[in-house]
């Protein structure tokens, strides 16, 4: 059930009330730029992120450079966004301290 994909109604009420992220043009991703202090920051970001992800079974596409977090989230297998991206998003939020 969660990997069932939204429709773009449930996508906009989802993304009313998720602070910081971008919705992409076709609707098919959210992404959101992290920018931490230094290096340790953005990777214990990332660490804590990769455990919430594995225990969702539900992995982001990300980048790391220095202190910068790049990332994108879709459930591939539904073929666009699903509850799980959501929750994700929420919890990198939460870890990211915003």
Known sequence: MAREKMDRQAVAAAMAELDGWALAEDAASISRTFTFRNFSEAFAFMTRSAL??????????????????EVKLNTHDAGGLTALDFDLARKMNRFAGT
Not at 54 to 67: A, G, T
């Open 52 to 69: 919430a992800a594995e225990k969702l079974d539900h992995h982001p596409d990300w980048s790391n450079v220095y202190k910068t977090v």
